[in-house]
Every structure is written in C-alpha cells, then in structure tokens.
Nanobody, 123 residues
Framework: QAQLVESGGGLVQAGGSLRLSCVASGSIFSGFDMAWFRQAPGKGREFVAF????????FYGDSAKGRFTIGRDNAKNTVYLHMHSLKPEDTAVYLC????????????????WGQGTQVTVSS
C-alpha cells in the first residue's frame, strides 16, 4: 500500500530548529519526486520545499529560503526537512507529498499525501 508517514513535529521556541522526516513506501519513493507543504488553521496548503529524485535538485518557497533545507536518503526511503530560525508564523501542519508533475508548487498536482505533523513555534 502506497503511503507517506511524517514525524518530527513538536513545540519549539522562536529561533529554534526541528527536523521533520517522511518515510515513503518503496513504490512512491522510487517513482516520484517529493515535497513538503504546510497548512495553517483556516488557510490553504502552502508550498515549502521540493526535491527531485533524479538529481536531488531542490526548490524552495519564499518562506523557506535560507532557513529550511530538504534532503532525501534513498537507503531509508526518507525525505527530511531541516528547519532553522523558526518563527511563530511557521506554525502549521507540515505534510509530505509525492508528484510526477513538472508544476511542483501546486498542491493539486500531488498524487500522494501523508497525514501531516504539527509544528508549533512559540514567541
């Protein structure tokens, strides 16, 4: 069964760091590009970061540039999101997703989604 399972969220003070993980089933990890989105209460899904399976090239949303880093470990079928200098406005549910689309910033182009992990940043 194809699935994505996120972990690593929690409560952190502003300026702190967290590392999120997303374990994907083998059929997803080997066949799709991966990304992280986030969704704050009452808002739509916001693109955070993307990593291509073929060459590990990455792309970030404006809110993540310079503070977040996406990576993948093929041996563990895992995608990571390293988050630094966290701000209260980063508070959201962070979701891992998989796509074969070339338009990687649009949530509707993603075929598989995890359930998400909550990140709360206190001021």
């Amino acid at each position: 069964q194809a699935q994505l399972v996120e972990s690593g969220g929690g409560l952190v003070q502003a300026g702190g760091s967290l590392r999120l993980s997303c374990v994907a089933s083998g059929s997803i990890f080997s066949g799709f590009d991966m990304a992280w989105f986030r969704q704050a209460p009452g808002k739509g899904r916001e693109f955070v970061a993307f990593i291509r399976r073929s060459d590990y090239s990455s792309f970030y949303g404006d809110s993540a540039k310079g503070r977040f880093t996406i990576g993948r470990d093929n041996a563990k079928n895992t995608v990571y999101l390293h988050m630094h200098s966290l701000k209260p406005e980063d508070t959201a549910v962070y979701l891992c997703a998989a796509t074969n689309s070339d338009v990687v910033t649009t949530a509707s182009n993603y075929k598989y989604w995890g359930q998400g992990t909550q990140v709360t940043v206190s001021s």
